[in-house]
C-alpha cells in the first residue's frame, strides 16, 4: 500500500513540474494527502465498476489501472480536467457536480440490466452541497441503485472554506455516501507558481 502512495505522489510531482515548466498549457488539479484513503477505497473496485470524477481525477484514473505514460499524454495534451478512458470504465467532467447525473444514469442502467457493476461517483465537499449531489444521492438511495457516492473533502472550494460557505454545518447523508477528510499541500488548480498559458 505504502509504494502504491509513493508511486501517486511521484506522478503528481512529475505533472507539477511540467506544469511549473510551462509544458502543461492547460489547468491542472493536483491531489496529496488523500492517497491511503483512496486506494483502501479502491480495494473494492473492480475491473467492471465504473468510476465517475470531477477535475481531480490523476489518481482515480491510476487506480483503476489507466497506464501512467498515456495518463500523463491526456494531461500534456491539456485534457487533465476531463479525463475519460471508457476502456478503463472512467469518466471524469470539469463541470461541477457533472459526473453526479451520469452516475445516476449508468446506475439504472445496471440495475435494468442486471449487471453485475458498480457505480463509485467521487465528489468534492462543495460540489457535495450542491442541489443536484442531493437529488442524485436521493434518488439513488430510494432506487435502490448501485452506487457508492465519496466525498471528498479538503474543507475549500477553491480559496473559501466549505462549512462556513454553508454555515458551518456538514450536510447528514444515506448509507451510500462516504465521506473523508484529507489536507493538500497544493492549491485548488495549479501546482502553487503562476504559470502563464
Known amino acids: ?15 507539477a513540474a511540467l506544469f ?11 491531489h496529496y494527502g488523500n492517497e491511503m484513503r483512496l486506494i483502501a477505497l479502491f480495494e473494492g473496485v473492480r475491473r467492471q465498476d465504473w468510476v ?3 477535475w481531480r481525477s490523476h489518481y482515480h484514473c491510476l487506480l483503476k489501472g489507466v497506464p501512467p505514460a498515456e495518463l500523463l499524454d491526456e494531461i500534456v495534451a491539456g485534457r487533465s ?43 468534492g465537499d462543495m460540489t457535495a452541497e450542491t442541489g443536484i449531489a442531493h437529488e442524485c444521492i436521493t434518488y439513488s438511495h430510494r432506487h ?6 465519496v ?8 480559496c473559501t472554506d ?26 485548488h488548480a495549479g501546482a502553487g507558481k503562476r504559470v502563464q498559458f
Open 20 to 30: 511549473n515548466a510551462g509544458q502543461i498549457r492547460a489547468p491542472v488539479h493536483l
Open 162 to 187: 466549505t462549512m462556513e460557505a454553508w454555515g458551518g454545518k456538514t450536510s447528514s447523508w444515506p448509507p451510500n455516501v462516504v465521506r473523508y477528510h484529507y489536507q493538500s499541500q497544493y492549491p
Open 81 to 123: 480536467i476531463a479525463l475519460c478512458f471508457p476502456r478503463h470504465r472512467i469518466l471524469s467532467t470539469a463541470i461541477v457536480g457533472g459526473q453526479l447525473p451520469i452516475a445516476v444514469g449508468l446506475g439504472m442502467a445496471i440495475r435494468r440490466s442486471q449487471a453485475d457493476e458498480r457505480v463509485y461517483c467521487f465528489m
Open 144 to 149: 435502490g441503485l448501485p452506487i457508492t457516492f
Open 151 to 158: 466525498v471528498e473533502d479538503n474543507g475549500v472550494s477553491v
Open 52 to 54: 465517475l470524477c470531477s
Open 1 to 15: 500500500m505504502i509504494h502504491v502512495a509513493l508511486a501517486l505522489r511521484e506522478f503528481e510531482e512529475k505533472v
